[in-house]
């Protein structure tokens, strides 16, 4: 079954300090994962897409990783500032071309505290 | 100002009634989708349209209907057969259906029973 598992479900951190998400994936065949930014009563917007021959990718002050081997992902937010409060979505493609092959993850919500 | 654009944010449904939600864009979109946000929980696609004149159901597509008329716009209709309509609704565009392609969303609906 395709499956997207999202750790922690929650975090708190300071205002500068840095963070990482994990995100876990069982889609198969794969084609692409990307990262989300959902704020509140918001739609999400997309930060980053990894596909298979990916390591690294950086926006900013968001780097995502992905192991394709272990079938895991990461986003890594470094020296973060209070608009970073948002949850964030790992979405994995399969290789179809569906929209049924998009799988979502439930998210990790993200506070920064002051 | 290109974008997608759902109304009304806020909607409330009697016991029986059908409600229709908005959506519209402007970014000269072929594909359209409407997804379902439950708390704690990935979202779920509902219904997804390729072309004018046609779409396909998603994964939770009972008790949902659709049309695509025109290609800006691709309004969503909760019948009085979903029992459970209590969820944030969330329509998205990208410039050709695919598992690669980027996803639009726009605001979402938050649809309530009275």
């Known amino acids: 079954k395709n499956q997207v598992e999202q750790s922690p479900q929650s975090l708190i951190i300071l205002e500068g300090k840095n963070c990482t998400l994990q995100?876990?994936?069982?889609?198969?065949?794969?084609?692409?994962l990307r990262w989300y930014k959902q704020d509140t009563g918001r739609g999400p917007v997309s930060l980053t897409i990894?596909?298979?021959?990916?390591n690294t990718k950086s926006n900013g002050r968001y780097t995502a990783t992905l192991d394709a081997d272990t079938k895991q992902s990461s986003l890594h937010i470094t020296a973060s500032q209070l608009s970073d409060s948002a949850s964030y979505i790992c979405v994995v493609s399969a290789s179809k071309s569906s929209a049924s092959k998009i799988i979502f993850g439930s998210g990790t919500r993200l506070s920064i505290r002051p | 100002d290109g974008g997608i654009t759902q109304s009304p944010k806020y909607l409330f449904r009697k016991e029986g009634q059908n409600v229709t939600l908005s959506c519209e864009q402007n970014l000269n979109h072929d594909a359209m989708y409407w997804y379902r946000q439950d708390p704690g929980q990935g979202l779920r696609l509902i219904y997804y349209?390729?072309?004018?004149?046609?779409?396909q159901k998603g994964d939770i597509a009972e008790g949902y209907s659709v049309s695509r008329e025109k290609k800006e716009s691709f309004p969503l209709t909760v019948t009085s057969a979903q029992k459970n309509p209590t969820a944030f609704y969330l329509c998205a565009s990208s410039l050709q259906q695919g598992t690669n392609e980027k996803l639009f969303f726009g605001s979402g609906t938050q649809l309530s029973v009275l």
């Open positions: 995100c876990n994936y069982t889609v198969s065949p794969f084609s692409n």
């Open positions: 349209s390729q072309i004018v004149n046609d779409f």
């Open positions: 990894m596909t298979f021959s990916e």
